[in-house]
């Protein structure tokens, strides 16, 4: 038995022998097949591998396409470094002349001078990456538009620096007629040193108003900017340059004119300083009635019937006069005059034709008063002034009116303005007197 139990030790020894044998050969070809595996590229096996993000690129990038046509020069030309910084920029127009910029602190962005129309550019510049590696170079031009027809500010009253009445709207005068009144308003500015709630009110193509809804606050500084450069007015026409003017409202005051009493009363804030006897219009010739406006003053004015619609010359009635200290208060013939032929019908009736007659001493004191732009109100009259008679018709309408001949009319009202001092009339519509 003891032989027989040797055997069986000797055969289980083998079998071991042959079982560690085989795990060590599986453990050798596992580790062949892993390195294997390792070494075949992912896409040989059906794995999809994660990507390698690409490597940032530094460029610079423009505003302006390369190779445009017809470029509008309401913006400037930028150029801007993405993922870097610019290095260096230079731009030339006609006949190779340089165009100024101004780079941006942190050298990211370049902004350039206004563009001209109808102008060849081309632009270079370098930029560099963070790591200090440069770019590309940039390289590129484009052409700017050539308008059929330019569009610029001609006149603007009241006049650059001039101080002016409580009643004197603004008016600018274009060179052209404008097609597109709305994009022309919206780059008109009325900026004013106390709150002022107003109104364009285009008179016609050529023409656009400006007026407070009630008459201007005494001492206010005024500037208008017409920001027109390049700007598409249309119909071909595009803005050629900006144009700016101020001015200054000065004492508020008044004129009241009653024909019916043949009198003519100042008003200074509010308070009467002064009342005149005075003649008016002739029931043939009447002063019109309504809110009239001082916009000339002559130390003498040569005055004839027929330059506004009244007698030729060989009928009856008449005239060819130079007279002296005359105001001129609407576009229709109207003023305010010394005329010492009617001083004993002053006070009394009304003999002219239209005009209202002072006497020398009072005309004299009226028209060292009065400023270009005071109100000047007529009552009393049985004609009315209308907007086809006076020159600056403003006043004649309702403030509902005046706001609905802006381009721009539903637009956000203005902030609210200040009250002005109290006046002998400051509505917008003014009606006849009784007597």
């Known amino acids: 038995m003891g032989n027989l139990k040797g055997v069986r030790w000797v055969r289980d020894g083998r079998t071991l022998i042959r079982m560690a ?17 390792k070494a075949t590229p992912a896409s040989m096996l059906g794995v999809d591998r994660a990507p390698v993000a690409a490597e940032a690129t530094t460029t610079v990038v423009p505003s302006i396409p390369p190779g445009a046509q017809g470029v509008g020069i309401l913006e400037p030309l930028t150029l801007t470094a993405k993922r870097g910084t610019l290095a260096s920029v230079a731009v030339t127009g006609p006949g190779g002349k340089p165009l100024a910029g101004t780079m941006s602190p942190d050298k990211v962005t370049w902004v350039s001078a206004p563009l001209a129309f109808n102008s060849a550019y081309t632009v270079s510049a370098a930029a560099v990456g963070p790591d200090g590696h440069p770019a590309p170079p940039f390289t590129s031009n484009f052409q700017t538009l050539k308008p059929a027809n330019t569009l610029a500010v001609r006149a603007t009253r009241p006049s650059n620096g001039a101080t002016v009445g409580v009643g004197m709207p603004i008016s600018i005068h274009f060179n052209r007629a404008v097609k597109d009144r709305a994009a022309v308003e919206r780059r008109l500015q009325v900026q004013t040193s106390v709150p002022v709630v107003g109104s364009f009110h285009w008179v016609d193509n050529e023409q656009v108003n400006w007026r407070p809804q009630v008459f201007w606050p005494a001492g206010t500084k005024v500037n208008v900017v017409s920001s027109l450069r390049g700007i598409d007015a249309g119909g071909g026409t595009f803005g050629s340059a900006d144009h700016t003017m101020s001015f200054t409202i000065g004492r508020h005051q008044e004129a009241l004119g009653d024909a019916g009493k043949h009198t003519l009363t100042l008003f ?43 007698p030729e010359e060989g009928e009856a009635g008449f005239y060819d006069e130079v007279l002296p200290l005359a105001v001129r208060i609407s576009g229709n013939g109207e003023f305010v005059h010394v005329n010492g032929a009617t001083v004993r019908q002053q006070g009394r009736s009304n003999v002219s034709h239209g005009c209202v007659n002072l006497s020398p001493a009072n005309g004299r004191t009226f028209f060292d008063w009065v400023q270009i732009g005071d109100p000047v109100n007529i009552v009393g009259s049985a004609k009315p002034l209308t907007k086809a008679d006076g020159d600056i018709p403003d006043w004649l309408m309702s403030w ?25 009339q400051n509505a917008a519509v003014v009606a006849p007197a009784p007597g």
């Open 268 to 310: 200074q804030d509010g308070q009467v300083i002064n009342t005149f006897p005075a003649s008016f219009g002739r029931p043939q010739y009447p002063t019109q009635f309504g809110m009239h406006v001082a916009f000339e003053k002559h130390i003498t004015k040569r005055m004839r019937s027929d330059s506004w619609g009244g």
């Open 400 to 424: 509902e009116e005046y706001q609905a001949g802006s381009a721009l009319h539903n637009a956000p009202p203005a902030p609210a303005s200040p009250a002005p001092p109290a006046g002998p």
């Open 21 to 37: 044998l085989a795990v060590a050969a599986l453990a050798v070809g596992v580790s062949s097949t892993l390195t294997a595996l």
